[in-house]
């Protein structure tokens, strides 16, 4: 019962990518279900749940920051209980006690849903949990996000081992999801009012479920369920295949965006990642998505200062973004991630050097979605509205099909809405645009 430990209310932070975020939404509603009540603040939550990325340094650092600020809030009420759980938890186990002494549980990727077990102290559990292999991947129940769209996970984990990155360790081995499973659960959202889903995945593409791949799931979603819209990420260039869009170019419900990240433009580089294709291959990819799709929005994760990258290589970046023009990019300097590969190699490139060379990489693709988004001025874009605009309540804010941002006036609450919105302006992150009305 609840009201034994006292912990009736619980609050959730979200750090990372967008499975931490379906995560989260899955272990509120399992929390809920077994009678304890999410609040909107920390101060009134008995139990705190951090949900942690271990992705770059800066996102632990983050995490025991929060984590610093609020260990006076525990001396204010005893009772409280923090959770830390998710990749960090994964990654670090009972060892975070030594940076955060006051954390009471910690449950590593596999074990997050158990949050509730422990916390009753239900026989069997442990306050510190991070055995992989524990978790029954059809019985974690996927939950909408908001009213309109939802995420569900399709596969989790990771095998790519790229030498720089923490996901295969504090994720585990790729496993996909039954074909089923994401089909009623696709269902089932449609039946909340869900509008539209996001399949998510480290690499979608190389869902295999049976003898159903990514492309035949993809079918099976858009045939057998009424959902308006779906979309999904993130596509790993190497396992991208023509199938997929040749399936994008015939169904309509696949919105026209694509995440594919190249991370560097260097072919020697790419080889010290472990990404596995050449960048004549990434662009041969890019060019038979552009042929088949009159329209896509395609966006990107670049890396600066590999260990070893010179500056010739980096150039080599900036002439692939120059030539390929994305939407937009997610761009990171390279962090050393303990127990990675790469983190045995020479992390030679200064800091100041690797700053700089992020800077003049972010100040590029801005003038290049710049264009891109001026590209859109006269189209009219199927805009699912998410709400009232974040800065200003005069605007509603919608996502393209390309999952771009667009502002709108309107005098009536249309959330959750698609509707049809012509373009008038853009800068490099937001369109603007005016509702087309019927007739
Ligand atoms: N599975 C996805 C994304 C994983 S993490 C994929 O393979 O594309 C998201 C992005 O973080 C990566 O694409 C990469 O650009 C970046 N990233 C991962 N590890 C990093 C590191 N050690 N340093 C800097 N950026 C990193
Ligand atoms: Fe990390 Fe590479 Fe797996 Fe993406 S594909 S999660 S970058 S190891
Ligand atoms: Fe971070 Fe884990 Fe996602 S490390 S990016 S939250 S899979």
Known sequence: MASNNKIETFHITTFGCQMNL????????TLTTRGYRRVPSEAEADLLIFNTCSVRERAEQRVLGRLGEISGLKRTKPHMKIAVVGCMAQRLGAELREQAPHVDYILGTDRVFELPDVVEGIEGTDSVMTAFG????????????????????ISRGCDNYCTY????????????????????GVKKMVDEGVVEITLLGQNVNSYLYEKTDFSDLLARVAHETAIERIRFMTSHPKDLSHKLVDVMADEPKLMRHLHLPMQAGSDRILRRMGRVYSIEHYLDTVAYIRKKLDYVALTTDLIVGFPSETDEEYRQTLN????????????????????????SFDDDVPEKEKIDRLNRLIALQQEISLKRNQREVERVCHTIVEGESRRSNEFYRGRTEGNKTVLFETDRDCTGEVLPVRIKSADSFTLHGDIVEAG
């Open 22 to 29: 379906a995560d989260t939404s899955t272990l509120a509603a």
């Open 134 to 153: 524990h978790e029954n991947m059809d019985l974690i129940t996927p939950v909408k996000e908001t009213p309109h769209s939802g995420f569900i996970t």
């Open 165 to 184: 990155c923490i996901v295969p360790y504090v994720r585990g081995r790729e496993r996909s999801h039954s074909v089923d499973y994401i089909v009623d």
């Open 320 to 343: 692939a973004v120059r030539e390929i023009q994305f939407d937009s990019a997610f761009m990171f300097r390279y962090s050393e991630r303990p127990g990675t590969k790469a983190a």
